[in-house]
Nanobody, 121 residues
Framework: QAQLVQSGGGSVQAGGSLTLTCKASGYSLIGWFRQPLGQEREGVAT???????TYAAFVKGRFTISQDIRENTLYLKMNNLNLEDTAMYYCATGFTRMGVRRLDERNFRSWGQGTQVTVTS
């Protein structure tokens, strides 16, 4: 399993923006997940090889998942952040499994080390 290297994150005031990046290669599905302190990890967004995207309901049009294939880099652009977005964020790569919804962790084999996003009031 390849190790993905994340960067970005940090602290931002509510309403602000952050972009997370992740170096990765050799996949057909990319995803971003997050884990608030003391809670289960949850899917945020996925991008498949055919260009289709899936977002969690709580994203509400605020986040954009993308990739730069030439640079082997994945991105999660987050706008209008709120306090509930505070969490450790993880990038992941894998392949879509039959019968498994895109935001399910079972599709993913390689994970980044995580980066903290803290939204302050």
């Amino acid at each position: 399993q390849a190790q993905l290297v994340q960067s970005g994150g940090g602290s931002v005031q509510a309403g602000g923006s952050l972009t997370l990046t992740c170096k990765a290669s050799g996949y057909s599905l990319i995803g971003w997940f997050r884990q608030p302190l003391g809670q289960e990890r949850e899917g945020v967004a996925t991008l498949a090889g055919d260009g289709s995207t899936t977002y969690a309901a709580f994203v509400k049009g605020r986040f954009t998942i993308s990739q730069d294939i030439r640079e082997n880099t994945l991105y999660l652009k987050m706008n209008n952040l709120n306090l509930e977005d505070t969490a450790m964020y993880y990038c992941a790569t894998g392949f879509t499994r039959m019968g498994v919804r895109r935001l399910d962790e079972r599709n993913f084999r390689s994970w980044g080390q995580g980066t903290q996003v803290t939204v302050t009031s």
